[in-house]
C-alpha cells in the first residue's frame, strides 16, 4: 500500500516539478528578455556619450555639447521618415507663423521623396506658380547650395525671406535634358483656396459648377458650401484638387460630409492607442445623387488624397487624372522645453476600404494625362465663285462690329471670366476636358433614370 501510495507521491511530485518548470521558464524568459533590452539600451546610451565625449575632445573645431546635441538630434528625426523633424526656436517659431495662412516665401509645398527634395505643389496665384514651377520637380539647388544631403526643414528655411528679395531654384524636371534655372521673387503668401466658376457646354443644356480648391485651409468647407448655394441649377459638380498639398484634416473630412451620409470616412492607426481614430459620416442631409468628378494629379497630397480616396472608395465620384503623391501620415508637434520642439509621425491615414494612402497614393479610375486638347483643323472652308464675294463681305462686317463693341464689352467679359469656365480654357486643359465629358455623361444617365 505504502509503495502503491509513493509511488504516486513520487508521480505527483514529478508532475508538480514539471509543471512547475513550465511555468516558471517564461517567466525567466520574459525577465532575461526585459533584462537584455535594459542592458541594450544601456549599451547605447553608453556609446552615444563615449562618441560625443571623443568629438568634443578631439574634433579639430572646438564644438560645445548643446549644438552636438542639437544636430544628433537632427539627424536622428531626419532618418526616421521624411516628415519628423526636430524643432530649433527659429523653425518652431516659422512652423507657428506658416500655420496662420500669411507668410513670406515662394508658393510651393515640398517634401523629401526618396531621398530628393520633391516639390509637392505650386499653390495657385502664387510667385513660385506664375514663374512656372511644376509638381514633381526636383530642387537639385537653391541659390548656389546643393540640396543634397540637406533637411527638409532646412530647404524651406532657405526659400523663405523677406518679400520682394530673389531667389533662384535649379530643378531637374522629367522630360527635359538638362537641369532648369528658375528665378523667383519671394512674396507674402495669401492663399485663396477655393475658386468656382460655371460651366455650360455648346452641346447640352446642362450646367457643372466647377470647383477648384488649392489647399485645405479653415475656409474650404464654408466656401464650397457657399459656391453650390450660390449655384443652385448646377446638375454636376467638378471639383479640382490637382496640385493641392493638403492641409486640414477636419476640412477634409468637414468637405467629405457634405457628400457622404454614412460610413467611415477616414480612419488614422497609430503605435499608441490614443492615435487610433476614426472619422465617420454624420451629416443627415448630405447631397449623395449630384454627379460628380474629382480631378488629381501628382501633386494631390495628405488631405486631398483622403478626400479623393473616400469619394471612390464610396463609389461617389469618378475620379480623373494621374496617381496621386502618396502622403498619408500623421504628424504632431510635441512642444520641447520653452521654445523647442519635436515634429513627429505618430500615426497613418486608411480609407475606408482599409488600403493606405503612404507611399502609394490614390490611382485614378480614369487615366488622363495634361496638355492641350488635341483638336481637328476645322479653319479651311470651301466656297463657290458666286457665295465669295457675300462672304468676305459678312466677314468684314463682323470685324467692324467686334471693333465698335470692344470697349464695351470688356469690362463686362472680365467680370464673367471671373465666373465662367470658357471654352477656350477647357481646350488647354486636356485633363478638365476629359473630367467635363464624363460629368455630362453622368448626368445625361442620371437624367433618364
Known sequence: MFRKNRKLIIAGFGITTLCTILLTTPLLEAKESKSTIAESKLEAYLKFTQILNLIEEQYVDDVNTTTLITKALKGLMTNLDAHSAFLTPKEFKDLTIQTKGEFGGLGIVVSMKNGALTIIAPIDGTPAYKAGVKAGDIILKIDNKATLGMTLDEAVSLMRG?????????????????????????????????????????????????????????????????????????????????????????????????????????????????????????????????????LVNGG?????????????????????????????SVQVIIPVGKDEGLKLTVARYYLPSGRTIQNKGVTPDILAYPGVVPQENNSSFELKEKDLKEHLQAELNKIENENNTTKINSKKEEEDKKKILTQEEVMKDNQLKIGLDILKSLILLQNRK
Not at 533662384?168 to 535634358?177: P, Y
Open 300 to 328: 494631390s497630397a495628405s488631405a486631398s488624397e483622403i478626400v479623393s480616396g473616400a469619394l471612390q472608395d464610396h463609389r461617389r465620384a469618378i475620379i480623373v487624372g494621374e496617381k496621386t503623391f502618396g502622403k498619408g
Open 162 to 294: 523677406k518679400p520682394k528679395t530673389p531667389i533662384e531654384l535649379t530643378i531637374v524636371r522629367k522630360g527635359e535634358n538638362k537641369p532648369l534655372k528658375i528665378k523667383i521673387i519671394r512674396d507674402i503668401i495669401k492663399i485663396q483656396s477655393v475658386k468656382h466658376k460655371i460651366y455650360h457646354p455648346k452641346d447640352s443644356n446642362s450646367t457643372t459648377l466647377y470647383i477648384k480648391i488649392s489647399s485645405f485651409d479653415s475656409h474650404v468647407v464654408n466656401e464650397v458650401k457657399k459656391a453650390i448655394k450660390n449655384n443652385p441649377k448646377a446638375q454636376g459638380y467638378l471639383i479640382d484638387l490637382r496640385d493641392n498639398p493638403g492641409g486640414l484634416l477636419n476640412q477634409a473630412t468637414g468637405l467629405l460630409d457634405e457628400f457622404i451620409n454614412k460610413g467611415v470616412l477616414v480612419s488614422q492607426k497609430g503605435r499608441v492607442k490614443s492615435e487610433d481614430i476614426v472619422y465617420k459620416a454624420h451629416k443627415k442631409d448630405s447631397d449623395t445623387k449630384t454627379p460628380m468628378v474629382v
